[in-house]
C-alpha cells in the first residue's frame, strides 16, 4: 500500500511528482465531473487526470465517485491504469492493488 498524499497547489504536485499523489481540481471537468490528477502507484508517468463526482459517479463513462476527503480520499470504483497496466483501490487514504 502506498499513502495518497494530497498537494492543493497544481504546481508543486507537478514539480514533485510523487508516486501515488493526488491534486483534486474542482474547477474542471464540466457538467461531467470535477477532475482528480494523480501519479500512479507504481511510479510510472503521469500525471494522470480522471473525471470524479463528489459522493457520487458522474453520468459519464468512465468516473469515479470520490468521498470528498483530501486526507482520506476514497474512489469507486477501482482504478485501471492503461498505460501501465496497474490495477488498485484508493480506500482510506491509501492505494492497494488488486
Partial sequence: MIRAI???DPAEFRRK????????DLTQGG???????FFCPCG???????V???RVKPSVSPSWAW???TSEPTLS?????????WHGWLRDGYWEAV
Avoid at 457538467?31 to 490528477?37: I, L, Q, V
Avoid at 510510472?44 to 480522471?50: A, E, L, Y
Fill in 67 to 69: 468521498n470528498g476527503s
Fill in 44 to 50: 510510472c508517468d503521469g500525471p494522470s487526470r480522471i
Fill in 17 to 24: 511528482a510523487l508516486p501515488g499523489s493526488f491534486h483534486a
Fill in 52 to 54: 470524479i463526482g463528489l
Fill in 6 to 8: 494530497e498537494f492543493p
Fill in 77 to 85: 470504483p477501482s482504478v485501471r491504469q492503461l498505460n501501465c497496466s
Fill in 31 to 37: 457538467p461531467g465531473g470535477a477532475a482528480f490528477w
